[in-house]
């Protein structure tokens, strides 16, 4: 009896390696993937997240979709990609506020160990923007205002601790200036009471400037001049020995099997350097920025323990 029963299993795993369905898991993917982005629609970010999905969708053979989760300085979104099944379908566009910013003004629910760097998709260099109809015409001008009148020195961000608010605080200490910070609930919001005249300045990426049309940029914050604000002095020529980049990249919930980390790591890199996503970001006023997995993880570190300095040298730090 037991024989007849071995017998047969022995026909069904034959008859099965003949017909080709000894292996029966798909390859991945079979379903869209989904890109957390713990930014509002029409941020720049979204927009900058947004401009890759096509090639990436042709590389990975399946539509790749923006879902957007917003809330406590980009926090949310990255529990959500830290507490999703990590089978390679949810991953994450998680930015400098989140991965090295906020977790040097706060505790926060998530550490680089529980994410899988996939790969970096972008970096911009930073601005100080103001006010279109502002008086300032440079950099200078700022500073002797601030200087002057330090009590009328408002500087605006999307919240307290964000990217946005310690590299200006750390820029105004360099020149020995203090302003007073006001959080407001987003960047929509920062330039909208810019507009108003109620903020006096603000550092964001230096493509807003091209984003929103009541504002200008009186310098970049990086060693050279860059093309998409040619007119603008940076940082470097101004002597001011401060670069402040955005970036962000593609990371996946800890414990992704390898084919499917490989599977996602290729198709990041072709998409990041593709014509496509070079074209679509020269209307963002950003610059495809690649690094490997295991590159953007040593990157992200390293600015990590950076602006670890800094927000200890404002008193940011937590206790």
């Known amino acids: 009896m037991l024989g007849s029963v071995f017998a047969r299993l022995a026909v069904l795993v034959l008859s099965a390696t003949a017909f080709g369905i000894s292996d029966v898991r798909a390859e991945f993917p079979e379903r869209p993937v989904q890109i957390i982005l ?29 879902v957007n989760q917003p809330g406590a300085s980009t926090v949310l979104g990255a529990v959500a990609v830290k507490n999703a099944r990590p089978d390679g379908y949810t991953i994450g566009m998680l930015v400098v506020t989140t991965l090295a910013v906020v977790p040097n003004t706060r505790s926060v629910p998530f550490t680089s160990a529980d994410f899988d760097y996939i790969c970096q998709v972008y970096e911009a260099p930073s601005a100080v923007i103001v006010a279109k109809d502002s008086p300032f015409k440079s950099f200078a001008d700022m500073v002797a205002f601030a200087r002057e009148n330090p009590a009328k020195f408002l500087y605006g961000s999307p919240g307290p601790g964000s990217f946005n608010h310690i590299s200006f605080a750390a820029l105004l200490g360099m020149q020995n200036l203090k302003g007073t ?14 507009g108003r005249g109620e903020l006096v300045a603000n550092l964001d990426s230096a493509a807003t400037v091209r984003n929103y049309d009541n504002v200008k940029a009186l310098m970049v914050l990086s060693k050279e001049r860059i093309k998409f604000l040619p007119d603008v002095p940076s940082s470097g020529e101004l002597n001011i020995n401060f670069e402040s980049p955005v970036w962000g990249g593609f990371l996946a919930p800890k414990g992704l099997p390898t084919a499917v980390k490989a599977k996602l790591e290729s198709a990041c890199k072709a998409a990041v350097t593709s014509d496509e996503y070079a074209r679509a970001m020269e209307r963002f006023s950003t610059i495809p920025k690649y690094r490997t997995g295991s590159d953007f993880s040593a990157y992200v570190e390293a600015e990590r323990a950076r602006y670890r300095k800094i927000t200890d040298e404002l008193g940011l730090s937590p206790k």
Not at 39 to 66: C, F, H, W
Not at 181 to 194: E, I, R, T
């Open 181 to 194: 910070h006001a959080p407001l609930s987003g960047n929509p919001a920062v330039y909208q009471a810019m």
């Open 38 to 66: 713990p930014y509002d629609a029409g941020a720049n970010v979204d927009l900058v997240t947004r401009g890759i999905l096509n090639v990436l969708s042709k590389e990975l053979g399946q539509p790749a979709v923006v």
